[in-house]
């Protein structure tokens, strides 16, 4: 007897069979052929207006991540410059990043929606037009609050483009290919990481780090005129917004990162960080009330459902908290304790992004004869091993011989991770629920990039002060920080493991 497919946000009970683009009541009564053990369910087919030509488009929707991870990975490297020419504090240096990310992760739900309401092509355009727009005030800022607002701006870009990039992939490569597809555009994590954190340390070295954050113009500009030559406009889904849901959601994630950062620097009986906590809380706590109220929520609650799904999401949102601690203290480490120039600790990542590179490739081909759960299982217990290595980091610690074995560990960890958990988060979706499903994916990584790194931010702040008092050397109170910091990493990736053994399952085949 065929089974029932656990993951229809319909609610409806339908046989697992071949898709087709039409999706009303008659089903298919020829016997499905049998499938691989290994693989997800099948998804519906794409839906009209799937792009014209797919290996054209995929690399134009690859090149959109390379600019949005490349503009991460530079901007880290350039961190120390933008520290002193700025006048950052060493805890509020990290709202360089965080502001971007958070206007990111919280407008992504919304931004998913639109591309589902209005249009993938039209929004994924208007994002990138924004992403190099804020790319372009964040190079000319001349003060540190145009720079966290220009960032700002660049993550409500990414915000729109993002999730509509990868449900036009998802769409253009049904069944099979997704996960090859997917081992491309995870793939890209690595070579913009690579390309990302050499460029920005030639380009500070050689130039500014002003120039490191307009190298997204160019791209940006050759995107708009190249996207619609080769991509339709996708099929609108009938359907309104919900304000109210991704206001609650935004308010409640920037608060709560807020209180945390707020925390590092203030500590935490400080007035602000104690009302920041509490608005976080009331938010959060009525962003499921509205979802449940409203007809057409930003993110149907139903979604979750499904455990590979939500297992998935959780993971992600681990990985992200974890990886973001590595480029933000290392490169810290790696310049002022270590004194490498900013090229030189641009070099010092490339092993990492070639090992996360080569894996993503790999997992997209392996993933057709392993089930999903080793694949993540080994991502995770590599990812784990190479935080927990990095908690023995100190005033001494050589690149050689303390950080380059962690670096390849996580790498490898990563590229495992991000093909499976991305392909696990946008399968057996409805075409009208694609966008929203693919924001998720972001959402996960966003929000836990940026709530992680607001999380290790404050433990390297209580952790210096407490170095600090015992009358400790500069370097001696920075690696103190970062070795606490890191131990809380660790503690992120090892509940990915636990959720990669415990929580994804194989579906049951017919």
């Known amino acids: 007897m065929a089974r029932a497919r656990d993951d229809d946000l319909s609610g409806e009970t339908v046989p697992p069979q071949p898709a087709s683009r039409d999706i009303g009541p008659a089903r298919d009564t020829t016997r499905p052929a049998p499938q691989p053990a290994s ?9 009209a207006g799937s792009p014209r030509r797919p290996t054209a488009v995929l690399i134009l929707l690859v090149t959109c991540q390379l600019m949005i991870v490349l503009d991460t990975a530079a901007v880290n490297v350039a961190l120390p410059r933008i520290r002193d020419d700025l006048g950052f504090s060493p805890s509020g240096l990290s709202w360089v990043v965080n502001a971007e990310m958070l206007g990111f992760g919280g407008l992504l739900l919304l931004g998913g929606r639109a591309g589902d309401i209005l249009g993938r092509r039209k929004v994924l355009l208007t994002g990138v037009a924004l992403f190099a727009g804020g790319s372009l005030l964040s190079g000319l800022a001349p003060a540190a609050w145009w720079l966290v607002a220009a960032r700002a701006v660049q993550g409500v870009g990414a915000a729109l483009a993002t999730p509509a990039a990868l449900a036009l992939l998802v769409a253009a490569f049904p069944g099979p290919a997704r996960n090859r597809a997917l081992g491309v555009y995870a793939s890209v994590s ?18 500014s780090w002003r120039w490191v954050l307009m190298i997204n113009v160019p791209i940006g500009l050759a995107l708009l005129l190249a996207l619609p030559r080769f991509l339709d406009e996708s099929e609108r889904r009938p359907g309104r917004f919900d304000p ?34 509490g608005v976080a809380a009331l938010f959060l706590a009525l962003f499921p009330v509205v979802e449940l109220r409203v007809r057409q929520p930003v993110v149907p609650l139903r979604l979750f459902a499904d455990r590979n799904r939500s297992g998935a999401y959780a993971i992600l949102l ?23 120039s900013p090229l030189e600790t641009g070099l010092a990542f490339l092993p990492m992004s070639a090992a996360t590179f080569l894996c993503s490739r790999w997992t997209g ?6 089930s999903p759960r080793p ?31 962690p670096l390849l560990l996580f790498g490898t960890g990563l590229g495992l991770l991000l093909v499976m958990a991305t392909s696990a988060g946008v ?6 629920h694609s966008g929203t499903a693919s924001s998720m994916v972001h959402v996960a990584q966003r929000l836990g990039g940026g709530v992680g790194l607001a999380v290790l931010v404050t433990v390297f702040g209580s ?18 920080g970062i070795s606490r910091a890191f131990t809380v990493g660790s503690a992120f990736m090892v509940c990915a493991l636990l959720l990669s053994l415990l929580v994804i399952r194989v579906p049951k085949q017919p």
Do not use: H
């Open 375 to 405: 694949l993540m299982a080994a991502g995770a217990l590599c990812g784990t091993a190479g935080m927990v290595w990095l908690t023995r980091i100190d005033a001494g610690t050589g690149y050689a011989g303390g950080l380059l074995g």
């Open 39 to 47: 693989t997800l369910p099948k998804d519906p087919a794409p839906p």
């Open 244 to 277: 109210a849901g991704a206001l609650a959601s935004t308010v409640g994630v920037i608060a709560l990162s807020y209180g945390f950062i707020r925390a590092a620097a203030e500590g935490w009986g400080d007035t602000v960080t104690q009302v920041s906590f």
């Open 318 to 340: 681990l990985l992200a908290a974890s990886m973001m601690s590595q480029f933000f203290f290392l490169v810290q480490f790696l310049q002022d304790v270590r004194k490498f």
């Open 190 to 207: 690595g070579v913009g990481g690579a390309v990302g954190l050499i460029l920005g340390g030639l380009l500070t070295d050689v130039g």
């Open 427 to 432: 399968s057996g979706v409805e075409p009208q």
């Open 463 to 480: 952790a210096s002060r407490k170095s600090a008092a015992r009358g400790n050397a500069a370097d001696e109170v920075l690696a103190d």
């Open 365 to 370: 081909r392996l993933s057709q004869q392993l």
